[in-house]
């Protein structure tokens, strides 16, 4: 079975200062992409970053970067110089190739405090 | 910036009824999906959709659901006879090439609330 874990449903971080979202996944393929969405409190869910399953360089995004880790099942979310703006809730997805079809965690809410 | 529409933004409805929720997708955009989010849970894949076919569905698509693309413009998700447990926000996102090759792009939902 293909699924997506986020551990955190709730997490604060002070503005300025870095966080980071965990998210496992399971799975037996070997080609598939991994994907951190953003909901801010307005609902439409936007891409943040995203990771080729093949490539073992971690894709960074200005501040948003990823730490993955293929053999542990891993895709973390590191959040640096945290913003008001990144307070949202933040979803973890996975995409196997050639099929056209997401699996989403149940996404980790993250406050940021002034 | 183009932006995928979806109405109503919030549909109420008796259960056993026939609801169908719109989506406008970009218009060069050529996979459509569907999702759904139950209050306080995940995001649950339902569909997806190209070259005017599902290309895609998950356990939860069954029989009751059904997509179609009527106009070349609109993409519309069809529930037949709406159960409590259908009470959800959906989602509709689109993309220009296969979604791991291109970004999605998502509605704002519709929220559904089956009574």
């Known amino acids: 079975a293909q699924t997506v874990t986020q551990s955190q449903p709730e997490m604060s971080v002070q503005e300025a200062e870095t966080v980071t979202l965990s998210c496992t996944y399971d799975t037996s393929e070997s080609d598939y992409y991994l994907f951190w969405y953003k909901q801010p409190p307005s609902r439409q869910m936007i891409l943040v970053i995203r990771q080729e399953a093949y490539k073992q360089q971690n894709a960074t995004e200005n501040r948003f970067s990823v730490n993955f880790q293929k053999a542990a099942k891993s895709f973390s979310l590191k959040i640096s110089d945290s913003q008001l703006g990144d307070a949202a809730m933040y979803f973890c997805a996975y995409h196997i190739y050639n099929f056209n079809k997401f699996y989403f965690g149940s996404g980790t809410k993250l406050n940021v405090k002034p | 910036e183009p932006e995928v529409t979806q109405t109503p933004s919030h549909q109420v409805t008796q259960m056993g009824q026939e609801v169908i929720l719109r989506c406008v997708p970009i218009?060069?955009?050529?996979?459509f999906y569907w999702y759904r989010q139950i209050l306080g849970q995940k995001v649950e894949f339902l569909v997806s959709f190209y070259n005017n076919e599902i290309s895609e569905k998950s356990e939860i698509f069954d029989d009751q659901f059904s997509v179609e693309r009527p106009d070349g413009s609109n993409f519309t998700l069809k529930i037949r006879s709406t159960k409590l447990e259908d009470s959800a926000m959906y989602f509709c996102?689109?993309?220009?090439?296969?979604?791991?090759?291109?970004?999605?792009?998502f509605g704002p939902g519709t929220r559904l609330t089956v009574l």
């Open positions: 996102a689109s993309c220009s090439g296969g979604a791991y090759t291109d970004t999605q792009y």
């Open positions: 218009s060069n955009h050529l996979y």
